[in-house]
């Protein structure tokens, strides 16, 4: 049984032009913007921010979503572009972060220690009569 739209009688001749075999016809389906594969950043994370192997794992995922974008498969594509972004933003945090809270530590520390050292002068500078020490 023939489907096709439109349906024509296959027993009439269908007069065809020449230039009917050129063109082709695309389906004008809503697919929404592409799907984003984050590789650059991911190679970014894999050079400079490769802590516990999170960078490496944001451009495995980012190059399965370049594959699948490619490959047609939009869906599975934002997936692995979804997951490539998660690993690129805990490689970044768990990078940067430690280190800028060490750094708040030692600036809060050396005041703290700056404190103690004014008022411990303080202390060693006090003068005592004689009759103190007996």
């Known amino acids: 049984m023939d489907t096709s739209y ?10 065809r032009k020449a230039d009917d075999a050129a063109h082709t016809a695309l389906p004008m389906g809503v697919t929404g ?6 590789l650059l950043w991911s190679v970014f994370s894999t050079l400079y921010l ?9 451009l495995v995922h980012s190059v399965k979503a370049r594959d699948q974008k490619v490959a047609g498969d939009l869906e599975a594509a934002r ?5 490539a ?11 940067l972060v430690p280190p ?5 530590l030692v600036v ?3 005041l ?19 009759g103190d020490y007996d």
């Open 33 to 38: 913007p592409t799907p984003r594969d984050h």
């Open 50 to 58: 490769n802590l516990c192997c999170l960078g490496f794992l944001a």
């Open 79 to 83: 997936r692995y572009g979804s997951k």
């Open 6 to 15: 439109p349906r024509e009688d296959p027993r009439t001749p269908s007069p």
């Open 112 to 130: 703290h220690l700056s404190r103690l050292a004014k008022d411990s002068a303080a202390f060693f500078s006090t003068k005592f009569e004689d």
């Open 108 to 110: 809060t520390g050396a």
């Open 85 to 95: 972004k998660c690993y690129n933003i805990l490689a970044a945090m768990w990078t």
């Open 100 to 104: 800028l809270l060490l750094l708040g």
